[in-house]
C-alpha cells in the first residue's frame, strides 16, 4: 500500500474531492493526505472545477465525491453521507457476470448473430442495437444483403457506432422520425434475468436502444450464457442517463432509493464520459442486487432530471442465448435455456 499516493485534498461547498494515485491498483486512502510533485497527474482544473460546481450539495446532504485513477480509468464514487465516516469510501466498480474464454465468447457471439439474422425478410425496417454482439449481427446482415438474399432492407441504428457499422457493411440507414414502425429490433445485454428482465447500458447507448427496441414488433435480445443472471444487478450496475444540470439532486435521490451512485468517466479523455444525447451516466449499485426490476425501472424514471435507466422490463419479445456444449454451440431461446439449468441443478441435488 506503500505506493498509493494520495495528490491532492480539497474541500469545495460541502463536499470533499480527493483525488488518489497508484499504478496498478486502488487503495482507500484516509483524510490525512500528502504530495508529492512528481507524482501529481495533470487533471484539467477547468474540468474539474465544472464538475464541482454541477456536484455542488448543501452541508445537511453532503455526497462524498472521490477520484480515483485505476490503470487508464478515473471513476467517481458517490456514497450516502452515512457511510463517509468510514475510512473506506464505499466503492464498487461496474462489473459483468464471470465471464467465458474471451476466444470461445467471440465464437458465442457470431453465433447468435448468424442465427438472430435469419428472421430477417426482404423489406423489413430493422432496430440496429449497440455493443458487440449487435455489431456482428449488423454485419451479419450485410452479408446477407451482399449476396442478394435479402432486399430493400432499412436499419434504424441506436447510436453512432451502430450507423457507422450499418454504412460500412452495406445497410442503408434512417432515423427513427423517418419511419412509422419497426419490424424487428437486435440488441444485447449485460445482464438477462429467467423473466426476460434485463440490463443495458454498458456502452451508454440503452436510452435509444430502449425507445427503439420498445417499438419494435418484435425486440429480439442475443446474448451468451455468461449474460444469463438468477437475479440482477448483483453483479452489474444499473446505468442511468441524467442531466448534467440535475446531477446532484439525482444522486441524492438514487441514494435514498438505497443505492450507490457511481458517475461514469471516460477511458481516454478526462472528465465524465457524455452520451450522444449530451447528457451524464451514472451506474448505481444495489447491495443485495434489484429485487424488483418493474417497480425500481418505474421510481427512477420518475426522479426529475433522470432520462433514461437501463432497466428494460416487458420490452423483449425474444432472448437467444449462445450456449457451448463440448465443442459444439447452440443457439437457444432463454426459457429452454433456464429450464436446462434447473434440470441440471436438481440432478446434481440428488446425485
Known amino acids: 500500500m506503500a505506493s498509493a499516493v494520495v495528490l491532492e485534498c480539497t474541500a469545495v461547498s460541502g463536499m470533499m474531492l480527493m ?19 512528481k507524482q501529481k497527474m495533470d487533471l484539467r482544473c477547468i474540468q474539474q472545477q465544472s464538475l464541482l460546481s454541477k456536484l455542488s450539495l448543501s452541508n445537511a446532504e453532503m455526497i462524498p465525491v472521490v477520484w480515483r485513477r485505476t490503470d487508464s480509468r478515473t471513476r467517481a464514487v458517490a456514497t450516502s453521507a452515512s ?10 466498480a461496474s462489473g459483468a457476470p464471470p465471464g467465458l474464454d474471451a476466444g470461445i465468447q467471440q465464437n458465442l457471439k457470431r453465433a447468435v448473430a448468424k442465427k438472430a439474422v435469419e428472421l430477417v425478410k426482404s423489406g423489413m425496417i430493422v432496430g440496429l442495437g449497440t455493443g458487440s454482439t449487435s455489431s456482428m449481427a449488423i454485419e451479419e446482415l450485410g452479408k446477407l444483403i451482399a449476396q442478394n438474399k435479402l432486399k430493400d432492407i432499412v436499419g434504424v441504428p441506436t447510436s453512432y457506432q451502430s450507423r457507422v457499422l450499418a454504412r460500412q457493411f452495406g445497410v442503408k440507414t434512417v432515423d427513427l422520425n423517418d419511419v412509422n414502425h419497426v419490424d424487428i429490433a437486435f440488441d444485447g445485454a449485460d445482464e438477462v434475468d429467467a423473466s426476460m428482465n434485463i440490463i443495458k447500458g454498458a ?3 440503452h436510452t435509444m436502444e430502449k425507445v427503439v427496441d420498445s417499438i419494435a414488433k418484435q425486440c429480439v435480445i442475443l446474448i451468451d450464457q455468461s449474460k444469463v443472471v438468477s437475479k440482477l ?11 448534467p444540470f440535475a446531477l446532484s439532486p439525482v444522486l441524492r435521490a438514487l441514494v435514498n432509493l438505497g443505492g450507490v451512485p457511481e458517475i461514469r468517466t471516460a477511458l481516454r479523455k478526462d472528465g465524465p464520459v457524455i452520451t450522444e444525447l449530451g447528457n451524464m451516466v451514472v451506474d448505481v449499485r444495489f447491495a443485495d442486487g434489484i429485487n424488483n426490476p418493474a417497480e425500481l425501472e418505474n421510481k427512477i424514471n420518475m426522479i426529475p432530471g433522470v432520462v433514461e435507466n437501463g432497466l428494460f422490463v416487458n420490452v423483449a ?35
Request: proline share 3%.
Open 83 to 92: 457511510s463517509s465516516s468510514s475510512s473506506s469510501p464505499v466503492a464498487v
Open 203 to 205: 456502452g451508454a447507448a
Open 317 to 351: 419479445h425474444k432472448v437467444f442465448v449462445a450456449t457451448k456444449d463440448g465443442e459444439e454451440i447452440l443457439i437457444v431461446e432463454l426459457a429452454e435455456f433456464v429450464a436446462s439449468l434447473k434440470s441440471a441443478n436438481e440432478g446434481a441435488t440428488t446425485a
Open 19 to 37: 483525488i488518489a494515485g497508484q499504478q496498478s491498483r486502488v487503495f482507500a486512502t484516509s483524510s490525512t493526505t500528502t504530495t508529492s510533485s
Open 233 to 243: 444487478g448483483l453483479a452489474f450496475s444499473l446505468p442511468v442517463e441524467v442531466l
